[in-house]
Nanobody, 124 residues
Framework: QVQLVESGGGLGQAGGSLRLSCAAS????????MGWFRQAPGKEREFVAA????????DYADSVKGRFTISRDNAKNTVYLQMNSLKPEDTAVYYCAARFSPTLAMIPTQYRYWGQGTQVTVSS
């Protein structure tokens, strides 16, 4: 079992920055691919970013590429999402997710473990 707890959400301004954190506990964290997803009201949950267990391989949704950066610190069992140049359309609940696999994935059903989510609201 893996438990994931997100933090760092809140209110941001367009053009500003926020950093989300996801603390993991349970099984060996370094064996998991970690991902960030988001879900806006009335919309489906969508992929944001993912990172492999040793960190050098990442993937991003086109909508956040060049603005968001995913990183992880296995010693702290924590994954981060640095969000820069925020836009109002980034407003959503952001979820951290984990899958026990060496390969990146962008589909929510490919992730077994999920956090409870953290709200990000970007004002214009």
């Amino acid at each position: 079992q893996v438990q994931l707890v997100e933090s760092g959400g809140g209110l941001g301004q367009a053009g500003g920055s926020l950093r989300l954190s996801c603390a993991a506990s349970g099984r060996t964290f370094s064996n998991y691919v970690m991902g960030w997803f988001r879900q806006a009201p009335g919309k489906e949950r969508e992929f944001v970013a993912a990172i492999t267990w040793n960190g050098p391989t990442t993937d991003y949704a086109d909508s956040v590429k060049g603005r968001f950066t995913i990183s992880r610190d296995n010693a702290k069992n924590t994954v981060y999402l640095q969000m820069n140049s925020l836009k109002p359309e980034d407003t959503a609940v952001y979820y951290c997710a984990a899958r026990f696999s060496p390969t990146l994935a962008m589909i929510p059903t490919q992730y077994r473990y999920w956090g409870q989510g953290t709200q990000v609201t970007v004002s214009s």
